[in-house]
């Protein structure tokens, strides 16, 4: 895994977000985003049983794998590169998983402030 230059929530070097299960938008385990990556999968969230079912609710089922893709199939518990815009959806919602400032990319605060994201934050630990 190459080092990212990228910049996190904080203002200092997005950090890895998970390796297992491998996340983000280029695989790498960062919540890197680009031009290709209409989504912005840059919010590095800890996923929860709530978060799950109403991300299912919402189209977008993470929890059933599917191995065509390599994709395992999240649990509460895993770490993934969300979507800037559904975390938005599940924080009005009520039911935001918590996040990890250090992986989390700083753009997301062109759509979020970091008072918005402070009380979801848990410390980042291992991937």
């Known amino acids: 895994m190459s080092q ?7 203002g200092t070097q997005l950090q890895t977000c998970s390796t297992d299960p491998v996340t ?3 695989r790498d385990g ?3 985003t680009g031009p290709t990556d209409r989504g912005r999968h840059i919010v590095c969230a800890v996923m929860t049983d709530d978060f799950l079912a109403f991300s299912k609710a919402s189209g977008n089922d993470l929890s059933t794998p599917m191995p065509q893709y390599r994709f395992p199939g999240l649990k509460a518990g895993d770490r993934w ?3 800037l815009e559904r975390w938005r959806e599940a924080h009005k919602a009520g039911c935001a ?3 990890i400032l250090e992986a989390t990319h700083e753009i997301a605060l062109e759509r979020l402030t970091l008072s918005t994201l402070q009380p979801f934050a848990v410390e980042s630990g291992g991937s």
């Not at 990212?4 to 904080?10: A, E, Q």
């Open 4 to 10: 990212s230059t990228s910049r996190n929530v904080l």
């Open 24 to 26: 983000g938008f280029f």
């Open 30 to 32: 960062c919540c890197e």
């Open 81 to 83: 590169c969300l979507c």
């Open 97 to 99: 998983p918590q996040v």
